[in-house]
C-alpha cells in the first residue's frame, strides 16, 4: 500500500476519536458550560446528523476540487474546529463546531475511500478501505479511552485539543505525500455520477451496509450494560471489554480487507452467517463469563470483517462514481450506525431486558440475509448475473 494511505488512516483516526469520545465527556462539558446532561447528549446527535447529511452532499461539492485540495480543506477545517471548540465558553458555538466537524468529517471520509481506492489500484479497492477504517477501530481502541484520560486531567478542552494536535501531522503528510494531481477534465460530472449511483447493485449494497453497521453499533453502544447486568462483571471490566471488542473489529477490518478483493462473496455468505449465529449464541449464553468475553472479540472481527467488505463492494460497483460513491457509503454506515442504537433503546424501553440488543442485532443481520437472498432470487429470473454484492449475506444451502 502506498505511505499516504497510511497518512489518511492516521487522519480518520483523529476523526474516529472525535466522533465517539464525547460519551467519556458529557458530564464535565455540561458541568463547564451550565448546560443539562441531555443537552449535552445533542452533540453527539448533531455529529451523527452531519455526518448522514454531509457526506453526500459535501463530496457532491467538492467533486470538481482536486483531491488534495479537498482533503487538506477538510481536514484543516476539521482542526480548526476543534480548537474552537476547546477555547470556547459558549455551548451553542460547541455545537455549531460539532456540526462542521462532522460534515468535513464526512467530505475527507468520502474523498479519501476514493482516493485511496484510486491509489492502490483497481484489484485491492479492499485493502485501502481497511487501511483507513482500521482508524476508525483504532480510534475504540486507543483514542477514545486515551481523551477520557487526558479529560480527567486536564478538563475536557484537553481531548479537543489532542484531536487537534493528531491531526496537525497528517496535515503535513497529506501535503508531502498524496499528489497533487490536476482534475481531470474528462471526469465524470455530479450528473452522470448521480445516474451511477443509481444501480440496483450499489442500492442493494448500501442498504446491506445499513443494515450490518445498525447490528455492530445496536450491541456495542448496550454492551456495557449486557456485560455487568447479565454476565454479572463488575464496572472496572466495562473498559477491557470495550477495548476487546474494538481490538476484535481491527483484526476483523484487516482482515476484510485482505479477502475483500479476491473472495467478497465468500466473506459476505459465511460472515453473514456466522454474524447471525454468534448474535444469537450470544444472546443465549451471555451469563456465561467466557463465553461472553470470547463472543466480544469475535463479533467485533466478524461485524467489520463483513461491513468493510460492503464498503469496497460498494467502491467496486460504482466505479463510474467513485467519490459520491464513498459519500454514500459513508452515510449509509452513520444510517446504521444511528438507527441500530436507537431500536436498542426501543427494546429496552419496552422491558425486554438486557439482552434484547442481542436479538435486534440477530434481527437486522437476518434481515440483510433475506434481502440479499431476495435480490439474488430476482436477479437469477431476470437473467443477469449476480455480483458479490448481491451475494452476500445470503445463507448457503
Not at 445498525?214 to 445496536?218: D, I, P
Not at 455468505?269 to 443465549?284: M, N, S, Y
Given at each position: 500500500m502506498p505511505f499516504a494511505i497510511y497518512v489518511l488512516g492516521l487522519a480518520v483516526f483523529a476523526q474516529g476519536t472525535s466522533e465517539f469520545m464525547l460519551s467519556g465527556l458529557v458530564p464535565d462539558i455540561a458541568a463547564d458550560l451550565g448546560v443539562s446532561i441531555p443537552a449535552v447528549g445533542s452533540l453527539t446527535s448533531a455529529f451523527a446528523v452531519g455526518m448522514i447529511v454531509g457526506a453526500p452532499l459535501v463530496a457532491m461539492l467538492s467533486l470538481r476540487w482536486p483531491r488534495r485540495r479537498a482533503l487538506l480543506a477538510f481536514l484543516i477545517t476539521f482542526l480548526l474546529a476543534h480548537v474552537v471548540g476547546a477555547?470556547?465558553?459558549s455551548f451553542e458555538i460547541l455545537f455549531v463546531t460539532r456540526v462542521i466537524a462532522a460534515l468535513a468529517n464526512a467530505g475527507f471520509l468520502a474523498v479519501g475511500l476514493a482516493t485511496a481506492a484510486s491509489m492502490a489500484g483497481p484489484q485491492a479497492k479492499g485493502r485501502a478501505t481497511s487501511v483507513l477504517l482500521s482508524g476508525v477501530t483504532l480510534a475504540c481502541v486507543a483514542g477514545v479511552p486515551l481523551g477520557a484520560v487526558l479529560s480527567e486531567f486536564w478538563g475536557w478542552r484537553s481531548a479537543f485539543w489532542g484531536v487537534a494536535l493528531i491531526s496537525a501531522p497528517a496535515v503535513f503528510a497529506i501535503l508531502r505525500s498524496v499528489p497533487a494531481t490536476p482534475v481531470d477534465p474528462d471526469a465524470p460530472s455530479v450528473r452522470h455520477e448521480l445516474r451511477a449511483l443509481r444501480t440496483p447493485r450499489l442500492v442493494l449494497t448500501l442498504v446491506l451496509g445499513a443494515l450490518v453497521n445498525?447490528?455492530?453499533?445496536?450491541s456495542f453502544t448496550y454492551l456495557t450494560p449486557v456485560i455487568t447486568h447479565v454476565t454479572g462483571l463488575s464496572t472496572g471490566w466495562v473498559p477491557a471489554t470495550l477495548a476487546l471488542f474494538g481490538i476484535g473489529s481491527f483484526v476483523g477490518?484487516?482482515?476484510?480487507?485482505?479477502?475483500?478483493?479476491?473472495?467478497?462473496?465468500?466473506?459476505?455468505?459465511?460472515?453473514?452467517?456466522?454474524?447471525?449465529?454468534?448474535?444469537?449464541?450470544?444472546?443465549?449464553?451471555a451469563g456465561n463469563t467466557a463465553v461472553a468475553l470470547i463472543l466480544v472479540f469475535v463479533q467485533g472481527v466478524l461485524s467489520f470483517a463483513v461491513g468493510s467488505t460492503l464498503i469496497a463492494q460498494s467502491l467496486y460497483t460504482a466505479s463510474d462514481a467513485p467519490t459520491l460513491a464513498g459519500g454514500f457509503a459513508t452515510a449509509a454506515m452513520n444510517v446504521g450506525a444511528a438507527a441500530g442504537p436507537a431500536l436498542g433503546g426501543v427494546a429496552l424501553s419496552a422491558d425486554f431486558g438486557f439482552r434484547a440488543p442481542l436479538v435486534v442485532s440477530a434481527s437486522l443481520v437476518t434481515a440483510a440475509m433475506v434481502l440479499g437472498g431476495v435480490a439474488r432470487v430476482v436477479g437469477s429470473g431476470s437473467g443477469t448475473t449476480s455480483r458479490p454484492a448481491e451475494r452476500s449475506l445470503e445463507a448457503r444451502s
Open positions: 477555547l470556547t465558553d445498525g447490528a455492530t453499533f445496536c477490518v484487516n482482515l476484510g480487507g485482505r479477502l475483500a478483493d479476491s473472495r467478497p462473496g465468500q466473506v459476505l455468505a459465511v460472515g453473514g452467517v456466522a454474524l447471525l449465529a454468534g448474535w444469537l449464541v450470544f444472546a443465549l449464553t
